[in-house]
């Protein structure tokens, strides 16, 4: 069966493709992530599972991201760097990010910023959904503040937040094109969270889909 077949496990979850901690000498695979990474365990949603890339090499795209022509506004082209002080990261970085949240570490977060309609059809393995619109500027303040205080880490102080224990949070949503998580990054900023407890995958899900990296609903 190829890995790209629907694979069910012992909690609910569909994994949409197989694609990261090293695997084993004995576990040899033809398409690593890195030299020296194979594959990456994770935890989503409770469950298990590891993060690797699509065995089969003659595996394509999915249609969902073969796109190339969005209207644009609102699906533009994203700068390089979305706000001063916010750091740009890829896949390689993602991962690890998802690992430290594997093995315990509590102060990091990684967010798919996609509304619901996305997420369902295949997400990474590890992240949390926490749709754009819980953030944006037009959004519910009462909403904002539980988002920010019981997902963030941030402490409510008066008519403001106070961020010196938020987590670091890396933030994504469906590429280059889509503006959702730089609309909350920038939104964050002039709440106060400080620049350097953010993280922005630019690449998104096209990319992450364009490696053959495991997705899961």
Known sequence: MKIRKL???TAPLTILSAPAAVLASSDKLAVNITPTIAKVDVVHNGAKMSIMRNQDENNVINPDFANTSRKCPPFCVQPAIVAPGV??????EVLGYLKKMADG?????????RTPDWVAKGTIPGSVNIPWTKLKDDADPFEVADTLTKQFGATEKGAAFDFSSAK?????????????????IKRLLKMGYPADKIKWYRGGMQDWEALGLTTVK
């Open 7 to 9: 694979i069910t496990t």
């Open 87 to 92: 750091e740009t990261i890829g896949e390689v």
């Open 105 to 113: 570490d509590k102060t990091v977060l990684v967010i798919d910023s």
């Open 168 to 184: 670091t949070v890396v933030m994504f949503c469906n590429g280059t094109w889509c503006g959702q998580s730089p609309t909350n």
